[in-house]
């Protein structure tokens, strides 16, 4: 019996890998745990990558996935199948990241990456800067986004780090496209000012920041 139980469970798993998310999510409110197995299996490494951009400490974005897949238990029937699965995970993950940075938001703290993108919000910036060390440019962009609000900086992540659309990410943070819109625009100035008062060596020329 007991052998059998364990094939039937098995064979169960691997039928589970063949699935959509959609439909995963769709065994997780039948109260399947093998099938929330599956999707931590499928979504951790994305999730984590996402709380990253957003808390900069791996170990505190590993915590808030974590917490994010027992709320995704505890939440499972409040799942609608006619809504995208991944939007309905990234505003579970993205809120309690966000939350989470509030609670915990420090300047010395808040020190981290986005290096690819020093080169989008210092668009122009001369080659030499853009030639420069990594670790220097981690940092520099560590220290660049603190004068952003959470709100702001999940805001810029997702939309520009994750290439999420407009839409998507209105329907992640809870607001319309248009406020995602301003938010964004208000975070590049907001760096890009930060950028010139603080690094101007880094910097567009001055005839070039509109």
Not at 76 to 91: A, L
Not at 172 to 199: D, M, P, Q, W
Request: aromatic letters at 6%.
């Amino acid at each position: 019996m007991a052998l059998n139980l364990a094939y039937s469970r098995k064979r169960h798993q691997s039928s589970l890998g063949e699935l959509s998310d959609r439909e995963v999510l769709l065994e997780i409110q039948k109260d399947d745990e093998l099938a929330l197995d599956e999707l931590i299996r499928r979504k951790t490494g994305p999730l984590v990558q996402v709380a990253y951009r957003v808390l900069s400490d791996m170990e505190e974005s590993r915590d808030v996935v974590q917490i994010a897949f027992v709320r995704i238990w505890e939440k499972r029937s409040s799942y609608d199948p006619k809504w995208s699965p991944n939007t309905w995970i990234y505003r579970i993950v993205t809120n309690l990241a966000i939350d989470h940075l509030r609670s915990q938001r420090s300047r010395d703290r808040i020190a981290e990456p986005f290096r690819l993108h020093l080169e989008h919000v210092a668009a122009g910036a001369p080659s030499t800067a853009r030639r420069s060390g990594e670790r220097e440019i981690d940092g520099i962009f560590g220290e660049l986004v603190e004068v952003l609000t959470e709100k702001q900086r999940a805001i810029f992540v997702l939309r520009e780090l994750e290439g999420l659309s407009s839409a998507e990410v209105s329907e992640i943070v809870g607001c319309k496209e248009s406020t995602v819109r301003n938010h964004l625009f208000n975070a590049r100035k907001l760096l890009r000012a930060a950028l010139v008062e603080r690094y101007p060596e880094y910097s567009p020329q001055s005839g070039e920041l509109r």
